[in-house]
Nanobody
Framework: EVQLVESGGGLVQPGGSLRLSCAAS????????IGWFRQAPGKELEGISA????????YLTNSVKGRFTISSDNAKNTVYLQMTSLKPEDTAVYYC?????????????????WGQGTQVTVSS
């Protein structure tokens, strides 16, 4: 059974940093695409980043480029989202999702396995 568990969310002041983790189990981690998505209250689910565990290729949406970094530790079956220079508009529930063998720029409906989400709140 595929399981994804996000952690690392919390309350942070504007300009602060957080590192989200997505720990995966139940599948062979190699050759998967792991994506990060977020959903703010009243807004649609937004894809913000993804990484291929096969070749390390990455994707970042424009609104987080230069502030967020995605990385993968295949030995730990874990993907990280390092978030810096956080803004109030980054406030959302953040989800990771996994699918076998995709490219890195894929819509949420292409991902079959999802974590439960972790809340990120950016506020002073």
């Amino acid at each position: 059974e595929v399981q994804l568990v996000e952690s690392g969310g919390g309350l942070v002041q504007p300009g602060g940093s957080l590192r989200l983790s997505c720990a995966a189990s139940g599948f062979t981690f190699d050759d998967y695409t792991i994506g990060w998505f977020r959903q703010a209250p009243g807004k649609e689910l937004e894809g913000i980043s993804a990484i291929s565990t096969r070749d390390g290729s990455t994707y970042l949406t424009n609104s987080v480029k230069g502030r967020f970094t995605i990385s993968s530790d295949n030995a730990k079956n874990t993907v990280y989202l390092q978030m810096t220079s956080l803004k109030p508009e980054d406030t959302a529930v953040y989800y990771c999702a996994a699918e076998y063998g995709l490219g890195v720029k894929r819509p949420p409906e292409d991902f079959g396995s999802w974590g439960q989400g972790t809340q990120v709140t950016v506020s002073s």
